[in-house]
């Protein structure tokens, strides 16, 4: 069984509650009649009643359904609520029925439940029906104060406008204290969740680090043996010695790539990270990207007409855009179009592929570990560069494209001129 969502629980408990009522209503109208023998319009009142158990077998049914439970539909059933209860109260006495007073339940449950501005409307029909009442019922003798249908033709006995002073007085502090309350326990719930979801995040990062460390450690002794190997090997074909070469470019910007991971680290812990022109910056990546991937091909184009500003970039951090030029890259579909900008606050680097884009069953997890949108992989790459770009006070959004393929946009803040 699929666990119900708090908008369906808590329209469940509503059910429940109203079930518990009208079980309370049919004894009260079976005890006026048994009892009291009290002369109401007792087809009137069952067909309320009726009205309330076919509502409440609907709530039941669509609770079945995986229609999700929306605010205005919440409401319109506690409207419903409170509009049969106005009718019972009609015909047996008004105000001056000692239940007139549950017209506080499903307020309070507005207030609980629902934002501030339902629960306000909820309030003023509540005290509006109450008012009502008041002057327009049907009288039930057994309920009367003294003085009977005679006080009731004069006017409002003190007693009952006593008893709407209270309850207007109740409807306003539940709808001000009550409000303020469950908003801030939904607030601080959502804090307590965020939190939750970053300490979770934080520790992917520590796993994932860890593990590269040791990859880093392991990859040091094979790397050596092949930069050896790759040194000895001598061949008059044209051929295999542009393939040796090529795979000495590799070994060599692995050899590289290892040593930039223990001078970053190193430069991390004296917190040295002097800023670089972006586009010169970028630049330089992209050679070193050419070198990695031979056979992958871009366009950059630098659309801003002001300076270019400096950035704050770390090892990390680009190869964080190694990273996304990579899944680019691995789509097979071209040459990938960069567009560099920027403006007075932040910087903007766009990178579009020409390959399937996105499935629509992997966007919403695209960025947790583990998750590719790829046939090959370990779906860790797009997760550290966007745990990278946000430690840098930045932001990556990955979209379909319009025209195909899918955009990668990186936006980074500026170094300021005090840097």
Not at 165 to 181: E, G, K, Q, W
Request: aromatic share 6%.
């Amino acid at each position: 069984m699929v666990p119900l969502t708090a908008a369906k629980a808590n329209l469940q408990r509503l059910a429940l509650v109203r079930l518990i009522v009208i079980g309370g209503q049919l004894a009260a109208i079976l005890y006026a009649y048994a009892s009291l023998h009290a002369a109401l319009p007792y087809g009137a009142l069952l067909a309320v009643v009726a009205l309330q158990i076919a509502l409440n077998a609907f709530t039941f049914w669509r609770l079945r359904r995986p229609w999700p439970v929306t605010d205005p539909e919440f409401f319109a059933q506690l409207l419903m609520d409170v509009l049969s209860l106005g009718a019972l109260l009609y015909c047996s006495g008004g105000a001056t029925n000692p239940f007139v007073s549950y017209y506080l339940v499903p307020l309070s449950i507005a207030a609980t439940v629902l934002p501030r501005v339902y629960t306000a409307s909820l309030a003023l029909i509540c005290v509006g029906c109450y008012s009502a009442l008041l002057f327009f019922y049907q009288p039930l003798p057994a309920l009367l104060p003294q003085g009977g249908h005679e006080h009731h033709a004069q006017g409002l006995n003190p007693h009952i406008f006593g008893m709407w002073c209270n309850f207007a007085l109740s409807a306003a502090l539940i709808t001000y204290v009550v409000v303020r309350m469950a908003n801030a326990l939904r607030d601080q719930q959502a804090e307590l969740n965020l939190r939750r979801e970053q300490a979770l995040h934080n520790e992917q990062l520590l796993a994932v680090a860890t593990l590269a460390a040791g990859t880093a450690h392991a990859l040091g002794t094979p790397l050596t043996t092949m930069t050896v190997l790759l040194g000895e090997m001598d061949t008059s074909d044209p051929a295999q010695r542009a393939d040796i070469q090529l795979l000495k470019q590799q070994v060599a910007s692995c050899r590289a790539t290892l040593k930039n991971l223990v001078r970053t680290a190193d430069t991390h812990q004296r917190q040295q990270f002097p800023p670089q022109p972006v586009d010169a910056l970028l630049e330089q990546l992209l050679e070193r990207w050419r070198v990695i991937r031979p056979d992958a091909d871009y366009t950059l184009h630098i659309e801003s007409p002001l300076p270019a500003p400096g950035l704050h970039a770390d090892g990390t951090l680009q190869q964080a855009i190694l990273n996304l030029l990579d899944n680019g890259a691995d789509t097979h579909s071209g040459a990938l179009q960069l567009h560099l900008d920027w403006d007075e606050d932040a910087i903007t680097l766009r990178i579009r592929d020409r390959g399937p884009g996105i499935a629509l069953d992997v966007a919403e997890q695209l960025g947790k570990p583990f998750v590719t949108s790829k046939g090959k992989g370990l779906g860790l790459g797009l997760f550290l560069s966007h745990a990278t770009v946000e430690r840098h006070g930045g932001e990556i959004r990955l979209f379909n494209h319009p025209q195909g393929g899918t955009e990668a946009v990186v936006r980074l803040p500026r170094a300021s001129a005090d840097d």
